[in-house]
């Protein structure tokens, strides 16, 4: 099974292309070569698997940028960019990998475009191919602009060399699903559906002959819609979390979770009752205070466990807002920065500014530093001593390296500053909504206790 994928890039075409051919992702072990080339001169030459059609390997960018000079056309989409990603189940290895990617484009663009095809090795049992599309042609004509149509050549192309080599095929008739969704249910982590689902779930095994399944659902903070405004029955009956304005049908949610499906499921249902909320606990205050959290590190680490209680506890937090949600469903990023606050102890949204400063005269400073070893290493090239420049590249890319990893904390403390309010807000609101929830369940008990 292999899944394609095809996107415009504007702009010089010369990073995408380096992206591609980066070395470390694209040599090829010497386990993988045939016998027959382990002890040839020539392993130097194929150890890496990226190939060209219409232009040479090495100067790649700049014989699609002098076509573009040449033609007139250097503005709007400059190229586009693509994917052939293989299936951890298959057997294939790197070599079948690169010809069918080689296959692909040069049945598809090899005729009339400049195309490079790289095959990606880096990520353990995901061999997959890129490949960079010049959108000029080769007789300056009309410049290349992907259709629906193209992409579904490439897809049925694909499909066909995937089985002409014996692999297994995408097949169709299920509905679609948004990849980053399929991802993280792919990766065992939850998104905004699951926890829906869940919802679900625990209403079917709350419902009993004196509990109504819609009035469970209402009371874990949905709205349900089965008619509309006229009174007549929906076709597709749907349902809003609490706190927002944005319906999920229920045919939607997946297999097992339409609504006739739902209501067959209450029907068959022969399980144990469950409560739909834990009980609280015997010693709680009756009126509990929360204290709004004075410093950003506390923000997120009350909103921390909030997280945290809601995935382990599901039931706890009744009317789980849509953002928590969401939040829920990016749990990752969010430890990622949670650990990064409270490893700095970050008190205010300035703090992270003037940090973020630091880095960015750090990443300035590291800059120079690169650029003065590349120009040592060209000196040293100049004078033949490929030794010395080999090694001034080396401290040069050990530069770039940090750089980057300074980049992605910039990144983060971005979003930090951005969801500064935002955090503080949502704790608040959170930590007001279980107050009132088990003060409720509290008198409650004690009505119970007095009759």
């Known amino acids: 099974m292999a899944t394609t994928s095809l996107w415009s890039i504007r702009g010089n075409v010369t990073k995408v292309i380096k992206y591609i051919k980066n070395p470390k992702k ?3 072990p010497a386990d993988f070569l045939p016998e027959a ?6 392993v130097e030459t194929v150890h890496t698997l990226v190939d060209a059609i219409n232009c040479s390997v090495k100067n790649a960018a700049s014989d699609m940028n002098i076509l573009k000079k040449y033609c007139g056309k250097t503005g709007g989409i400059t190229a586009y960019h693509g994917y052939q990603s293989f299936s951890p189940e298959d057997d294939i290895t790197p070599l079948q990998a690169h010809e069918i990617g080689m296959e692909l484009a040069q049945s598809l663009w090899g005729a009339r475009f400049q195309v490079v095809v790289a095959t990606h090795l880096d990520k353990e049992n995901h061999i997959h191919n890129h490949f960079v599309i010049n959108t000029v042609p080769l007789d ?3 410049k290349f ?3 629906k149509q193209d992409y579904m050549d490439m897809r049925n192309l694909s499909d066909e060399l995937c089985m002409k080599y014996g692999l297994t095929v995408c097949r169709g008739g299920a ?3 948004n990849y980053g969704e399929y991802k993280a249910e792919l990766d065992g982590k939850p998104t905004v559906r699951s926890t829906i689902r869940a919802d679900i779930d625990r209403a079917i095994a709350a419902t009993s002959f004196n509990n109504d399944f819609f009035d469970n659902m209402r009371r874990l903070g949905y709205e349900i819609y089965r008619y509309n405004k006229n009174g007549e029955p929906l076709a597709h009956p749907k349902l809003k979390p609490y706190g927002t304005q ?6 939607k949610l997946g297999p097992g979770y339409d609504y006739p499906e739902i209501i067959e499921r209450i029907r068959s249902y022969r399980g144990g009752y469950v409560r ?6 015997k010693r709680v205050r009756q009126y509990s205070r929360y204290h709004e959290p004075k410093t950003l590190c506390s923000s997120y680490r009350y909103y921390g466990v909030f997280l945290r209680l809601q995935i382990k506890r599901p039931g706890h937090v009744r009317r789980i807002p849509y953002s928590l949600r969401e939040d829920i469903a990016k749990f990752d990023r969010f430890v990622e920065k949670q650990d990064y606050v409270m490893n700095h102890g970050f008190k205010t949204g300035r703090e992270v500014s003037l940090h973020m400063l630091q880095l960015g005269e750090r990443i300035s400073s590291l800059a120079q530093q ?11 090239e100049k004078h033949g001593n490929a030794a010395y420049a080999n090694l001034y590249r080396l401290e040069a890319e050990k530069k770039y390296e940090q750089m980057r990893d300074l980049r992605k904390e910039v990144r983060l403390c971005k979003e930090i500053i951005l969801e500064e309010s935002e955090v503080r807000r949502r704790c608040m609101g959170l930590r007001e909504e279980i107050t009132v929830e088990r003060n409720e369940l509290i008198k409650q008990k004690k009505r119970i206790k007095i009759r």
């Open 145 to 147: 602009c992907r259709t």
């Open 276 to 281: 739909l909320f834990p009980e609280p606990r």
């Open 370 to 380: 690169k650029r003065d070893l590349i120009i040592e290493a060209s000196r040293y």
């Open 26 to 28: 694209t040599t090829l």
């Open 175 to 177: 509905k679609g699903k």
């Open 246 to 251: 944005k319906c999920f049908r229920f045919d």
């Open 140 to 142: 300056g004509g009309k």
């Open 37 to 42: 080339l382990r002890e040839s001169e020539e």
